[in-house]
């Protein structure tokens, strides 16, 4: 079972979402929280799978939660996905820094909820469709002069390919279909990149590329 914490301050939102998560064979709603604070104690002592977090809340946002999430060594197995109102919120850019795998808007249709659940514990990164390139070009924007990773070095020449691919927002279809290899040997690469340098998931590959120069702004097609 894919088990879930919702964290949203309106009841109703959250009820909508417990009740189709819940009919669900593989998907458990475990807990749920009213703010940030709330949140985060009921991801310490829940630990699930999933957590489907709303940025504004009182007491604590959903940014800070879950920075505090993402940055407790003990939840390193806790994924979080953004809630937003709007597809490209001035907070998401922050929310990918901060260490959430992705995020959808409150509107999305229920398959692409489901699916987002199930994608984010498989390690994918999960942004709501359409939106991928633009987030990665406003990261590109203001990402800060690159700084030298010594772990890019414990890469094959391939992973580096892969993980450059990664970067400018291509899938693993899309990456197999540029380097003419399966989309399994794709993805056995963004996965092996990805454990050689500790990502959480595909949307902190992305951060990585543009941090350690392996990827430019401008370098979008």
Request: hydrophobic share 50%; aromatic share 4%; glycine share 6%.
């Amino acid at each position: 079972m894919i088990r879930v914490t919702l964290a949203d301050d309106q009841v109703l939102v959250r009820a909508g979402f417990r009740a189709l998560l819940d009919a669900q064979p593989d998907i458990e709603v475990v807990g749920e929280a009213a703010d940030g604070e709330q949140a985060v104690a009921h991801v310490a002592a829940l630990r699930p799978d999933v957590v489907l977090m709303d940025i504004r809340m009182p007491l604590l946002d959903g940014l800070a939660a879950t920075r505090r999430i993402t940055s407790d060594p003990d939840l390193s197995e806790v994924r979080v996905v953004i809630l937003t109102t709007f597809e490209l919120d001035e907070y998401v850019f922050e929310a990918i820094r901060s260490g959430a795998s992705g995020f959808l808007v409150k509107d999305t249709e229920p398959d692409e909820l489901l699916r987002a659940v199930r994608a984010v514990v498989e390690g994918d990164a999960l942004l709501s469709p359409g939106v991928t390139r633009t987030l990665i070009a406003e990261f590109a924007a203001r990402s800060k002069e690159p700084a030298a990773d010594a772990r890019l070095a414990e890469l094959t020449e391939r992973e580096r390919e892969v993980m450059a691919l990664v970067g400018i927002g291509l899938s693993n279809e899309e990456i197999a279909r540029r380097l003419v290899v399966s989309p399994l040997t794709a993805k056995t690469h963004v996965s092996r990149t990805m454990v050689k340098l500790g990502a959480r998931d595909r949307a902190q590959l992305v951060v990585l590329a543009y941090e350690s120069g392996l990827v430019r702004p401008g370098w979008l097609g």
